[in-house]
């Protein structure tokens, strides 16, 4: 179904063939879908599209707008404790809006989440891990310490690209694996290291790892439009991550450039030279930048993107006889372009 002789593919190189369907309405389609989290046992129920934790992406603004949609959200991991309170008392819903972190001591992680509890009342659920370099020890063992000191909270980890760190981060406590490296719209990897995999066979291929031990893989990197977002379900995907897609709206609050009479916001990668410099103060010596910063031309609010994105997906599921989000992977066969 998916060999094409080996071939690596990304979003672009397939489509997907229409068959006999027995929808005749996208009103009759169900996008609600239910993950389960293997390690923590833990469930989570909505549309599984999930917004980058990235600056002007993964903001709380976002975040109040996607969970009205029951969408998720890998908040910005540059929030602070009281930040977070501070949402959260005004509405912030923690099925939906999943704390983030990096390479941080478990006491870093452990302090987060006892401020929040304790100032809201209101426990945490789901927690991501995102690094460029999914691959290194310390990672692994972040994600391992992490699930000792927290069984019951969903964890995604990432980003991989092959079978073995898919595997890797599972073995390490994971529920969930992101996937991805190179191939984001504003990230530079490939260009700077030579690094990298085409996006659509990485989710392939790692989701089929993922299944054997009952996990899912986030595809994170290279969605341009629902097109890609169906592909990506289709190859295997148990949520989709969207971050060039989601900017340039109000809510990622990016600041405008007007250039002609036309309004722009700025996007950037998360390893770029513009969001080190914020973040961290400067680009270290023994580094090199691997993210792009863009303008893109504004977009209004996201309720616009959203409503394109999931007309985009019902209609796909009527093209071939799939009820849910979850009948692609099994209802989809790819032909190569």
Same mark, same amino acid.
């Given at each position: 179904?998916?060999?094409?002789?080996?071939?690596?593919?990304?979003?672009?190189?397939?489509?997907?063939?229409?068959?006999?369907?027995r929808?005749n309405?996208?009103?009759?389609?169900?996008?609600?879908?239910?993950?389960?989290?293997?390690?923590?046992?833990?469930?989570?129920?909505?549309?599984?599209?999930?917004?980058?934790?990235m600056?002007?992406?993964?903001?709380?603004?976002?975040?109040?707008?996607?969970?009205?949609?029951?969408?998720?959200?890998?908040?910005?991991?540059?929030?602070?404790?009281?930040?977070?309170?501070?949402?959260i008392?005004?509405?912030?819903?923690?099925?939906?809006?999943?704390?983030?972190?990096?390479?941080?001591?478990?006491?870093?992680?452990?302090?987060?989440?006892?401020? $929040? =509890?304790?100032?809201? !009342? *209101?426990?945490p659920?789901? /927690?991501?891990?995102?690094?460029?370099?999914?691959?290194?020890? #310390?990672?692994?063992?972040?994600?391992?310490?992490?699930?000792?000191?927290?069984?019951?909270?969903?964890?995604?980890?990432?980003?991989?690209?092959?079978?073995?760190?898919?595997?890797?981060?599972?073995?390490?406590?994971?529920?969930?694996?992101?996937?991805?490296?190179?191939?984001?719209?504003?990230?530079?990897?490939?260009?700077?290291t030579?690094?990298?995999?085409?996006?659509?066979?990485?989710?392939?291929?790692?989701?089929?790892?993922?299944?054997?031990?009952?996990?899912?893989?986030?595809?994170?990197?290279?969605?341009?439009?629902?097109a890609?977002?169906?592909?990506?379900?289709?190859?295997?995907?148990?949520?989709?991550?969207?971050?060039?897609?989601?900017?340039?709206?109000?809510?990622?609050?990016?600041? $405008? =450039?007007?250039i002609? !009479? *036309?309004?722009?916001?700025? /996007?950037?990668?998360?390893?770029?030279?513009?969001?080190?410099? #914020?973040?961290?103060?400067?680009?270290?010596?023994?580094?090199?930048?691997?993210?792009?910063?863009?303008?893109?031309?504004d977009?209004?609010?996201?309720?616009?993107?959203?409503?394109?994105?999931?007309?985009?997906?019902?209609s796909?599921?009527?093209?071939?006889?799939?009820?849910?989000?979850?009948?692609?992977y099994?209802?989809?066969?790819?032909?190569l372009?």
């Open positions: 179904m998916f060999d094409f002789n080996n071939k690596k593919i990304n979003f672009d190189d397939v489509l997907i063939y229409p068959k006999a369907s929808y309405s996208r009103k009759e389609i169900i996008l609600d879908s239910k993950i389960n989290f293997p390690k923590s046992r833990v469930s989570w129920t909505g549309i599984p599209l999930m917004a980058s934790n600056d002007f992406v993964g903001t709380f603004s976002m975040g109040f707008k996607l969970q009205k949609h029951y969408i998720s959200n890998a908040v910005s991991k540059f929030y602070t404790k009281e930040e977070w309170v501070q949402s008392n005004e509405g912030l819903n923690l099925d939906y809006n999943f704390l983030t972190f990096g390479l941080d001591e478990i006491k870093t992680i452990s302090k987060y989440i006892s401020h $929040i =509890t304790s100032k809201t !009342n *209101k426990v659920k789901f /927690l991501v891990f995102d690094v460029p370099n999914g691959y290194i020890k #310390k990672f692994s063992d972040v994600i391992e310490i992490t699930r000792k000191e927290f069984p019951k909270l969903g964890i995604i980890a990432g980003n991989v690209v092959t079978a073995e760190g898919v595997k890797i981060l599972i073995e390490s406590g994971a529920d969930g694996v992101k996937v991805g490296i190179g191939s984001g719209s504003v990230c530079s990897t490939t260009d700077v030579g690094i990298g995999y085409p996006q659509l066979s990485a989710v392939i291929e790692c989701s089929k790892e993922a299944k054997r031990h009952n996990a899912f893989i986030v595809s994170d990197g290279g969605i341009k439009t629902s890609d977002v169906v592909k990506a379900f289709a190859g295997g995907a148990g949520y989709v991550m969207l971050g060039s897609l989601f900017s340039g709206h109000i809510e990622g609050g990016a600041p $405008i =450039t007007k002609k !009479n *036309k309004e722009y916001r700025t /996007l950037y990668g998360m390893s770029s030279t513009q969001a080190m410099n #914020k973040h961290y103060g400067n680009v270290a010596d023994y580094r090199a930048s691997e993210g792009q910063s863009i303008l893109v031309e977009k209004g609010t996201i309720e616009n993107t959203i409503s394109q994105i999931l007309g985009g997906i019902r796909a599921c009527t093209y071939i006889d799939a009820k849910n989000i979850g009948e692609i099994e209802k989809s066969d790819f032909i372009v």
